[in-house]
Nanobody
Framework: QVQLRESGGGSVQAGGSLRLSCAIS????????MGWFRQAPDKERERVAA????????YYTDSVKGRVTISRDNAKKTLYLQLDSLTPEDTAVYYC??????????????WGQGTQVTVSS
């Protein structure tokens, strides 16, 4: 069973940057397409970015394009999300998950604890 552990969140001022990490255990990471999701207070969880198992294709939701970069290190079994030019609207709990690249990158696995990102103006 795949287990996910997110880290790297924190509190930053608008315009700042953070790098989130997601360590995966219990699965063959190099064969898994992965994604980042976030959930802001009183809002539905939304998909932020996704990356194919081999890294050759990525997806970004419109609101983060140009500010966010998803990447992966298959040797370290770790997924990353670089967040730049952060705004208060990026405040949320961020989660990683396996995704179905054939069906709009919908999440497939169980959710981890997530990591909190708070951006102040």
């Amino acid at each position: 069973q795949v287990q996910l552990r997110e880290s790297g969140g924190g509190s930053v001022q608008a315009g700042g940057s953070l790098r989130l990490s997601c360590a995966i255990s219990g699965g063959t990471f190099s064969t898994l397409s992965m994604g980042w999701f976030r959930q802001a207070p009183d809002k539905e969880r939304e998909r932020v970015a996704a990356i194919m198992w081999n890294g050759d294709r990525t997806y970004y939701t419109d609101s983060v394009k140009g500010r966010v970069t998803i990447s992966r290190d298959n040797a370290k079994k770790t997924l990353y999300l670089q967040l730049d030019s952060l705004t208060p609207e990026d405040t949320a709990v961020y989660y990683c998950n396996l995704v179905d690249s054939s069906h709009a990158y919908r999440p497939l696995g169980s959710w981890g604890q997530g990591t909190q990102v708070t951006v102040s103006s």
